[in-house]
């Protein structure tokens, strides 16, 4: 039976950190080997939110040299053991059934190398709310570096948000790249030359809107 590590890169998130974890620990437990997360030099109460809410599947690493985002979600790669690493960022939170799907559909494809999958964006505490989406699938769609230039497209816009992506990290080749939006794509668009990817026909991830590095300026000068 294959394990899945969840992998949560953060910093200075003691305001969302506790939600993205009782999401978590909301899904069949028996499905999550671990919940890796690797703190990036955080300065504020994060690690203490994470040390006290009690959750023993947590695998909690500090780092003392602040480093790009990228690099911190690399660190999480590394430092997991599980067969498949579902990435998760520190201010989202997944659907209670989100872990037990992409189970299931691993079963039923052997060969996939990746999930991807539609999302939202919600405000303040309303997860429940969406506020924006992205284009949403019908149906889900299993595609390869042969499939029809439009699924690809969607694909790739799909793994621009790092929540909700899982990948086997036996087939993880490249490292992961530092600039902001490509950051994931630089490591999961050469996986379909190998093996098979699912995109969901549903959203499994709710995406803060208000700590979402899509809505800052600053990410677009230059990229």
Known sequence: MFKISICIPVFNAE??????????????????????????SSCDSTL??????NYSKIKLIKFDKFVSGGENLQRTIDCATGDFLFFLGADDVIDRKTIEIYHNNLLRNKNLGVISRSYYWFEYENHKLPVRCTKQIKEDIILDINSDEKVIYHFIVSICQVSGILVKKSLIENKINKRYFIETASVILPLIRES???LLGRNTV?????????????FYINS
Not at 24 to 30: A, F, G, N, R, T
Request: proline share 0%.
């Open 48 to 53: 203490e939110r994470i040390k006290n809410c």
């Open 206 to 218: 709710a995406v803060r809107i208000d700590s979402s590095n899509t809505f800052e300026k600053k």
């Open 196 to 198: 098979k990817a699912l």
């Open 15 to 40: 305001d969302t950190i506790i939600d993205t974890i009782n999401s978590i620990k909301s899904q069949k437990q028996d499905l999550i080997h671990e919940v890796v997360i690797c703190d990036n």
